[in-house]
């Protein structure tokens, strides 16, 4: 924690004498901070515990990912639990609130967006990986004057990053809805309660904005990395 | 280290003081503090076009006059506004249908009536809407049409109508060849004239025929035509143009004209006229590709009003069906011979129409009064009802519980609808009040019944609402007196001193104390009196348009001061601001001492202050007379010296001022642009962007008892910031505080009520205010590293709820749902079970702490809570509905607990079966195992289906209970009480259970724990089960 502490400090003062910054020295800041690009990239996987709360209740739940993109979220509720999985191929979900007790695969187009979700940020070396990066005009958010860094996937999708200009963590990302009566219409994931989990700044706090308005806000209490993980619990149990 | 933190302690340090410096204007981001929309859609507004996705007819785009740009992915069933963020005053669409993401929006809409609005130019999106770029001609203020090359893309033709109030060389045909990033003028005739129509053959996309219009507004008149005026053809992409005339046209001059070349026959081309002669005027048909022209029609609705009406559509499959826009739509399929007119209740005054080319029977057409579509050939038409771009030119509330809003809307009437209502508020719960065009509209201030309400040129009537009768109070000139002089939009104001008293104003000043049955004259006339600003009777140019709209010389503009009767204001369309002390005896005009200040400037709204006698507060627009300035003002002396409030940070001309009731510093501005709002007396203001789109903000009131401020939007219908009191309390020395904790006052915990039936998507809703208890705190910087978060502590001390804090620099409401949390409880897969423990009693009323812990900070304060209905569900009732609440809630926990504990027995016995030594043993284990299974499986019904096939057990039973105790405020019946002590008597006999296999598992435990790998048992407690 000191130590990365200490370069937030640093990079504190590197702002107040750097008069224009480069997409590069926001990126390498923004690297240094959070723990190092080669601390994220030897991460394997997460197990992070934590609570949702979506219209006025709170919800326990469980999210295991690994790389490259497999992920399983396990929500609680009232003792029967809300699935949401990728397998790396399906996208499959157990949604007790519409009538399913049975695990149901998703529709082709999403799991399609379901396997854009890399465990590894596509911004972090993103070049390599086939992406395109700019540094965009400032943009105010919560308050902040802040570095607006615009991703461009390589499938096309636009993604804004905005950094705190003088911690150079993003304090909200800005996505586009893929699909359904909701496409293009921005999603806002604001960041905070950044914390250090075994050498890195991860934040433990997470609030999604659709036009403006809260829909949901995730606590993580607790982020295991490199947990073990049971990879068959990813694959959509019909198919076991 | 230590050399680092004191220099970065130095930039900090150097950071306040200049934070300190700027705090000298009080400007602060309103974070959370959101405007809420309230519709209407029930009479939606003014369509100025629209356009369709081709090969995907579910995918269109409207653009309103003042209300932006509308995305339907669902042929209209739902709605989405894609153009908040822009000037919403939308004059052309243009789809590439090759590639339909990609959009084009001309700004500025080319149906030039007196109230129209402004655009800046010509948008472009590449992603279907969702993010849209300016490409230029930010000068034309309005643009007529687009027309895409197909055969060449990033080639396009701009029909620029230009500016309407003045001369601008910006305006005639553009061309791009790069998509947009240079443009070229190809076409030009003067400065007063511009392009209203454009047309492109669709076998040559080099040809196209121009429609060139001379014409101009003012205040006081409007001139459609002159010899600007003319119809031009180019075949060669623009780079020449020809003038088309004689072969069977009228002589020149023209005004405003219409062409369209029939998409499946390049020959066939209709054109309206608006000739200087009436036997010229009409529909003019080529057969031969412009060569020659046959007059084919001078119906009423293809030479009524052409300045709104210029538009023609063709039907893509079939050159001899003609739609013609107007008053009423009409149709021929003779090519203009004769004509059918569109009735079956579509809305009047008809500006865009779009004929399916998969489907020529399938029409969608855009009205002063919404979008309609027809799947007949334009027989019957259904109405859009979720698209609320109402133009409201005045608001007003009343008193009632909750509040309801009064408005008059340009072409669509007076109406009045209710700030909440149960489900949201919907098309039905508008009332319609009174026709016309609608204006000012207040409810009397003590007669439920009674509204007064408004239509054009100073249509008063006195409306009541038991019966639906209107008398109309319009007062009527005597012997000896001269004509009055009504504006388009005549001021109506109500006595803030005295419920009884109005006043209304021609270019006199009238007031009634009887409801308007009579008016006396208080004024002399108060304008300028100058005859050359009074030729409505003489406007319209080539087509007499004597409706009223440039009646000049008249006050629009009525207030009487809140602190004192004698004080009234009134305020002109010709530059005046008069002001009496005596109650109407002498008047002095103030204008004269307002600096800066062009002759003539309209006032557009008068502000008496509420806390200073003497005071005031005025807005100026000189936009009709192409003077696009800012002019807010404030005097102390009863106008012998004013000083202007505009900053730099206010976009558009002022339309209205309002001043807080509580705050005298805290001030409203409407713009053309949006709300403006300063913290500071106007000595900085702010945009208040926060789900207000940029759209004409024309009216707002702040609520007297409701602390809310209600907007009327010329486009977006209105909006409502519900709570203004966060913004009351803020004072400079806050600017620099961590935390700063702003009341609300105690929340009312409202009752449930049924909302709406299952309507489907097709009707507008619009949402009621936030149900929650709010938390709201300034902080001056944005929270980002380590912890923070929220606790709720009960009367006891007792954390009930720990809440996600809000991290923003500026204004933070956190909702406190008004609800305990939800009991834990055990699966269940039956629906209403889950329902039943998951929809929870709501909070005792009384006072709770609100703890805010940012890092190793804690900052605390409280909320008080009230019950709404406290007086039709008396305490004790309340009391024993909590009660027997508690009782289920408790049940819930030990059902639960019982469930999970014995898991856990279960789990050990069944582990331990297969580690032990003899058979027989495992066999007892194993037995044990199964038994307790079997009983386990007697507490939960996990066997449904989550609907229809669902059973019951212990579980069920105590939510469903628990579901229909919580739905009703007052006491359980007594079926209800009796069930649940049944259900305690049996929940007690199932801990006994659970203690008696707990004794059984124990006993083994004790027996084989540490033989082999056998552990011991370990039984959860209640306290760890309600932590996990």
């Known amino acids: 924690m000191k130590k990365v502490l200490a370069l937030l400090l640093f990079s504190s003062l590197a702002l107040a004498t750097l008069q224009a910054q480069s997409l590069d020295e926001v990126l390498q800041n923004y690297y240094t901070n959070i723990g190092g690009l080669e601390t994220w990239q030897s991460l394997r996987s997460t197990r992070t515990i934590g609570r949702a709360n979506q219209m006025g209740m709170e919800f326990p739940f469980t999210m295991v990912m690994t790389r490259p993109n497999k992920q399983k979220l396990v929500v609680d509720i009232q003792g029967t639990q809300f699935v949401e999985a990728f397998d790396g191929q399906t996208a499959w979900t157990i949604n007790p609130f519409m009538g399913g007790t049975e695990p149901q695969k998703k529709s082709d187009e999403e799991s399609t967006e379901a396997g854009k979700q890399m465990f590894e940020d596509d911004l972090m070396d993103y070049a390599r990986k086939g992406h395109k990066a700019s540094l965009e005009s400032s943009e105010e958010v919560d308050g902040v004057k802040t570095l607006v860094v615009k991703l461009t996937t390589k499938d096309g999708d636009d993604r804004f990053y905005y950094f705190d200009p003088e911690s150079y963590v993003p304090i909200m990302i800005r996505t586009f809805a893929a699909a359904g009566q909701m496409k293009g219409m921005p999603v806002e994931q604001y960041l905070s309660d950044y914390d250090e989990v075994d050498g890195m700044m991860m934040p433990h706090s997470m609030t999604t904005k659709v036009n403006g308005q809260v829909v949901a806000q995730l606590t993580f209490d607790k982020i295991e990395t490199n947990v073990e993980v049971d990879e068959s619990q990813f694959t959509f149990p019909g198919d076991k | ?743 609300t006052g105690s929340t009312f915990i409202e009752l449930a009520r049924p909302g709406d039936w299952f309507g489907g998507a097709g009707n507008y809703v619009a949402s009621n205010p936030n149900p929650n208890a709010q938390i709201t705190y300034l902080m001056s910087k944005r929270h980002t590293f380590g912890k923070m978060y929220i606790e709720v502590l009960d009367q006891e001390g007792q954390v009930i709820q720990e809440l996600p804090a809000g991290k923003s620099a500026g204004i933070n409401i956190v909702q406190l749902p008004v609800r305990y949390p939800m009991p834990k409880a055990a699966p269940t897969n039956n629906r209403m079970a889950m329902f039943g423990s998951m929809i929870t009693p709501t909070l005792d009323e009384g006072v709770y702490t609100v703890r805010v812990h940012k890092g190793k900070q804690t900052f605390e304060t409280t909320l008080e809570l009230e019950q709404e209905a406290a007086d039709r569900y008396p305490a004790e009732e309340r009391k024993l509905q909590a009660n027997t609440l508690k009782k289920l809630f408790d049940l819930t926990e030990q059902l639960g607990y019982v469930y999970y504990a014995s898991g856990d027995l279960q789990a050990w016995a069944d582990s331990t079966a297969g580690k032990v030594g003899s058979k027989k043993d495992q066999k007892g284990l194993q037995s044990l195992a199964d038994h307790i299974q079997a009983w386990r499986d007697t507490l939960v019904a996990l066997d449904g289906d989550g609907y229809v096939a669902e059973s019951e057990a212990i579980r069920e039973e105590i939510s469903t209970l628990y579901l229909e105790v919580s739905q009703y405020p007052g006491a359980p019946s007594l079926g209800q009480i009796r069930k649940t002590d049944l259900l305690q008597q049996r929940m007690k006999a199932h801990m006994l259970e659970l203690e008696r296999y707990h004794g059984a598992v124990r006993a083994l435990s004790d027996k084989w724990s540490g033989k082999g790998n056998v552990r011991p048992v370990e039984m959860r407690t209640m306290e760890a089960y309600k932590r996990a």
């Not at chain 2, 007196?114 to 130019?121: A, E, K």
């Not at chain 2, 907007?711 to 961590?738: N, V, W």
Request: charged share 20%; net charge negative.
């Open chain 2, 1 to 743: 280290m230590r050399h680092l933190t004191l220099s970065f302690l130095l930039v900090l340090s150097t950071l306040a003081i200049i934070q300190a410096q700027e705090a000298a204007s009080l400007k602060i981001p309103f974070g959370d503090l959101r405007a809420r929309d309230i519709g209407p859609a029930v009479m939606s507004g003014r369509i100025a076009t629209l356009a369709v996705v081709e090969s995907k007819p579910q995918v269109m785009y409207i653009g309103a006059a003042g209300g932006g740009i509308w995305k339907s992915v669902s042929a209209g069933a739902s709605f989405m506004p894609v153009f908040d963020d822009h000037v919403q005053s939308i004059g052309a669409l243009a789809i590439d249908q090759a590639h339909p993401d990609t959009v084009w929006a001309g700004t500025g809409e080319p149906w030039v009536r007196n109230s129209v609005s402004v655009g800046d130019g010509i948008y472009v999106s590449v992603n279907g809407g969702t993010t849209w770029t300016n490409k230029g001609l930010k000068e034309s203020e309005r643009i007529a049409k687009v027309l895409l090359d197909p055969d060449q893309p990033g080639t396009l033709y701009v029909a620029v109508q230009g500016k309407l109030w003045a001369d601008s060389e910006e305006r005639g045909v553009y061309r791009t060849t790069d998509f947009g990033t240079t443009w070229e003028r190809v076409l030009y005739v003067n400065a007063s004239t511009g392009c209203a129509d454009l047309t492109m053959d669709p076998r040559d996309p080099n040809i196209l025929y121009a429609c060139m219009w001379d014409h101009r507004r003012s205040p006081h008149f409007f001139r459609s035509g002159g010899e600007g005026s003319g119809l031009y053809r180019t075949t060669d992409g623009g780079a020449t143009w020809t003038e088309v005339t004689g072969n069977g046209l009228p002589d020149k001059p023209y005004g405003r004209m219409a062409v369209e070349i029939a998409p499946s026959s390049s020959d066939t081309i209709y054109l309206t006229v608006e000739a200087k002669e009436k036997k010229d005027k009409g529909l003019y048909l080529s057969v031969d590709a412009g060569q020659s022209w046959v007059k084919q029609s001078s119906d009423f609705n293809t030479i009524v009003r052409p300045f709104y009406f210029s538009r023609l559509a063709i039907d893509p499959n079939d050159a001899a069906n003609v739609y013609k826009c107007g008053l009423n739509l009409i149709i021929s399929d003779n090519a203009g011979k004769t004509w059918r007119t569109v009735g079956s209740g579509v809305h009047s005054d008809i500006h865009a129409v779009w004929i399916d080319p998969n489907n020529s029977r399938h029409v969608v057409i855009g009205t002063d009064g919404g979008v309609y579509e027809s799947y007949d050939g334009g027989y019957a038409f259904r109405m859009y009802m979720n698209l609320p771009v109402s133009q409201f030119y005045h608001i007003s509330v009343d008193n009632d519980q909750p509040f309801n809003v009064y408005g008059g809307l340009q072409d669509n009437g007076s109406w009045v609808g209710p700030s909440r209502s149960p489900g949201g508020i919907s098309n039905a719960d508008w009332a319609f009040t009174a026709g016309g065009d609608g204006f000012y509209s207040f409810r009397h201030p003590t007669d439920k019944d009674v509204v007064f309400a408004e239509s054009q040129g100073g249509g008063l009537v006195r409306h009541n609402r038991r019966d639906g009768q209107s008398k109309n109070i319009k007062p009527i000139p005597g012997k000896d007196e001269p004509a009055f002089r009504f504006n388009w939009n005549s001021p109506i104001a109500l006595s803030p001193t005295n419920g009884e008293r109005m006043y209304f104003a021609a270019q006199l000043v009238f007031m009634s104390e009887d409801r308007g049955d009579s008016w006396k004259r208080i004024s002399p006339d108060l304008t300028t009196n100058d005859p050359a600003r009074q030729k409505q009777k003489e406007s319209g140019g080539y087509s007499l348009d004597n409706s009223g709209a440039e009646n000049n010389t008249t006050i629009v503009c009525l207030a009487e001061s809140p602190l004192d009767e004698q004080e009234v204001w009134a305020g002109t369309d010709d530059g005046n601001l008069q002001v009496t002390t005596d109650g109407g005896a002498t008047w002095a005009n103030t204008s004269p001492h307002i600096p800066g200040l062009p002759p003539f400037t309209w006032c557009t709204s008068i502000e008496p202050d509420h806390f200073r006698k003497g005071t005031a507060y005025a807005t100026f627009d000189g936009h009709k007379q192409g003077d696009m300035n800012r002019y807010v003002f404030k005097t102390t002396d009863h106008g012998k010296s004013w000083t202007s409030l505009v900053t730099d940070d206010i976009e558009g001309y002022a339309l209205v001022i309002r001043q807080d009731l509580v705050n005298p510093d805290l001030l409203f501005l409407g713009t053309e642009f949006g709300l403006f709002i300063t913290l500071d007396g106007g000595r900085s203001w702010q945009r208040f962007s926060n789900n207000l789109p940029r759209v004409g903000v024309r009216a707002l009131v702040v609520h007297p008892r409701d602390h809310a401020l209600v907007i009327g939007t010329h486009g977006r219908g209105a909006y409502i910031i519900d709570d203004l009191r966060p913004l009351r309390q803020i004072t400079a020395d806050m600017a620099g505080e961590e935390l700063v904790f702003l009341k």
